[in-house]
């Protein structure tokens, strides 16, 4: 049995995951869908298509506008009825293409599948998950094929697959590895190819047993390489990139890091099977697993949404609000890492985990207090940070400070904060510590670009004027 590690902190909230036993279900057709050309970490994509536009289900309405990029794909047929922004998880305005719908859901010519994958160039695959707008769907939303395109100097040697889904109330990646293991392991055996490793492991937490089981035994038919699925013990954030990297292999991601510095990638159960079905099927990515769950609803359960669709409909299908139940607050995500947002018209995106609502009872009502000096949200980080003295330095706009105490390496995942008995609200002050810092680096470097840049071209002038002249 493969030998489990245990990082440091963690927390372990109340699981509340009631929508389980709740198979996928497919989404009805919309009149409308408000399709972001922002549902990925990088630079918007660049609209392909004007107002009055005719679409097809699949067909490309956006184009990556950088390296850290996506593509953007119509999730239905119909018109382009506004070109403009729309509100975001974040509470931001992001630039958008409303479609409405025509009602026939008539595709687009699909790309082309890929039958023979195994005896194809990497570079074609990863090609095609570009192609496909393939993004990681656990959250973070990072373009999948850059994550793919390793690093020059270096080099992978294990691919982790993150089954474990810890945030509480979330169930859509169990319903897919349930529902859909072949599709998954074939998408996980393509990005093992693509990165020439021979070290596969899916981790999957023990609240998973039946997942870990059927995943168990689809895997014995793949041996080159071999798929390992690992049971993990329960504990809140399991399923983080270096927490999850270390409980796998123990390696240690540093400070500043990313995992291909310790020769890992780790990809997302969802992200797996999508790029299975752009190589195999030829399918883009237009469409997802999302769970909607919480007491006030009457019916919580699983859906595959097409991007664009507003909360309120996914609200309708989970049967609406229990007679006399109000909505204390909307989360987009869970509980612990989700984004609380304030109008029912925000749509579902390519990161969409799911649609969470809270009841009153639910929602802790407290006012911020002076940090107690307890040490507990220093117990439970993660990341071995010291959360209550970062705060304090943030509060009073220590920025430089907080950066030298490794703020850069919150990962934002809320233990901080939901250990403290003061309530005081860490995860903001993070982000905002995170946001200044951030905002000072790129500064920075745009800086030394620029007096690089001038240095050279005062080189070349100086070189040009040097030069000696040619004879008459």
């Known amino acids: ?228 699925v690992v049971p993990l013990k329960v504990r809140y954030p399991q399923g983080a990139e270096k927490q999850l990297i270390y409980a796998i292999t123990k390696r240690q991601v540093p400070s500043g890091g990313l995992p291909a510095d310790v020769h890992c990638v780790v990809q997302n159960i969802g992200s797996s099977c999508a790029i299975a079905e752009a190589v195999i099927l030829g399918k883009p990515l237009y469409e997802r697993v999302t769970t909607v769950t919480g007491t006030p609803l009457v019916a919580p359960g699983n859906w595959r949404f097409r991007v664009g669709t507003p909360y309120a409909e996914a609200i309708k299908l989970a049967g609406g609000l229990k007679e006399g139940a109000q909505i204390a607050k909307l989360i987009s995500g869970g509980p612990m890492m989700g984004m609380t947002v304030y109008s029912q018209s925000v749509p579902v995106m390519k990161n969409t985990s799911g649609i969470l609502l809270m009841g009153p009872d639910e929602v802790k009502q407290y006012t911020s207090k002076a940090c107690l000096r307890c040490g507990r949200c220093n117990d439970v980080c993660p990341m071995q940070l010291m959360p209550g003295i970062l705060s304090v330095q943030i509060e009073n706009e220590r920025f430089d400070d907080a950066q030298s105490w490794h703020v850069m390496d919150c990962i934002e995942c809320g233990c901080c904060a939901y250990t403290c008995p003061a309530g005081r609200p860490l995860v903001q002050h993070m982000r905002r510590a995170k946001s200044e810092v951030g905002a000072k680096l790129r500064a920075q470097k745009a800086a030394a670009d620029a007096a690089a840049k001038a240095k050279a071209e005062a080189a070349a002038k100086a070189a040009g004027a040097e030069a000696p002249k040619a004879d008459k």
């Open 1 to 228: 049995m493969h030998k489990i590690f245990h990082f440091y902190g963690g927390v372990h909230p109340k699981e509340s995951k009631v929508s389980s036993g709740v198979a996928i279900v497919d989404a009805p057709l919309y009149p409308l869908y408000t399709v972001p050309l922002s549902m990925h970490i990088g630079a918007p994509a660049k609209s392909l298509v004007a107002v009055g536009d005719t679409v097809l289900r699949g067909q490309q309405i956006g184009e990556p506008a950088s390296f850290v990029s996506s593509t953007i794909h119509s999730p239905t047929s119909g018109k382009v009825k506004s070109i403009g922004t729309c509100l975001g998880p974040a509470g931001t305005q992001l630039p958008c293409v409303v479609i409405e719908a025509d009602g026939q859901d008539t595709p687009a010519d699909p790309l082309t599948p890929i039958t023979d994958w195994r005896n194809t160039d990497p570079a074609i695959l990863r090609a095609r998950v570009a192609a496909a707008g393939i993004v990681g769907m656990g959250g973070a939303s990072f373009p999948t094929p850059v994550k793919l395109s390793i690093p020059p100097g270096k080099t992978i040697d294990t691919l982790i697959i993150n089954g474990v889904e810890c945030e509480p109330c979330l169930t859509a990646d169990h319903r897919l590895m349930l529902e859909n293991p072949k599709m998954i392991l074939e998408g996980v055996e393509m990005v093992a190819n693509m990165l020439g490793v021979q070290n596969v492991f899916i981790g999957i937490e023990n609240n998973k047993p039946d997942a870990i089981e059927v995943l168990t035994k689809e895997a014995t038919a793949y041996t080159a390489p071999a798929i390992h």
